[in-house]
């Protein structure tokens, strides 16, 4: 069964850093994108930033300059270095990916979702 699993949230002061890492398993044959959303309280969930298996970038403007998304291909990971924090960044963050692979024993390609990791910044 093809997962994501997130980690790396926690509480952080404003101005301060988190780095937050997503690691994909199950049968994967490829992870054409991925992206981390988030969702604070009483807020829709939203697109926080992108990136494909090509290298195509995409950040949300209340984000761009602070936060940082990366992948490692070969280990089927993904990371979101979040700097200069600022308390309006608290939400739970979540992986999403589409994922080329098998799940329930279909194959096919399919949107993934992590369960979620808690990012709290105090002011």
């Known amino acids: 069964q093809v997962q994501f699993v997130e980690s790396g949230g926690g509480l952080v002061q404003a101005g301060g850093s988190l780095r937050l890492s997503c690691a994909a398993s199950?049968?994967?044959?490829?992870?054409?994108?991925v992206a981390w959303y988030r969702q604070a309280p009483s807020k829709q969930r939203e697109l926080v930033a992108s990136?494909?298996?090509?290298?195509?970038?995409n950040y949300a403007d209340s984000v761009k300059g602070r936060f940082t998304i990366s992948r490692d291909n070969a280990k089927n990971m993904v990371y979101l270095q979040m700097n200069t924090l600022k308390p309006e960044d608290t939400a739970i963050y979540y992986c999403?990916?589409?994922?080329?692979?098998?799940?329930?024993?279909?194959?096919?390609?399919?949107?993934?979702w992590g369960q979620g990791t808690l990012v709290t910044v105090s002011s």
């Open positions: 990136i494909t298996n090509g290298g195509s970038i």
């Open positions: 199950g049968s994967i044959f490829s992870i054409p994108s």
């Open positions: 999403n990916a589409l994922v080329q692979g098998v799940v329930r024993g279909s194959r096919g390609y399919f949107e993934i």
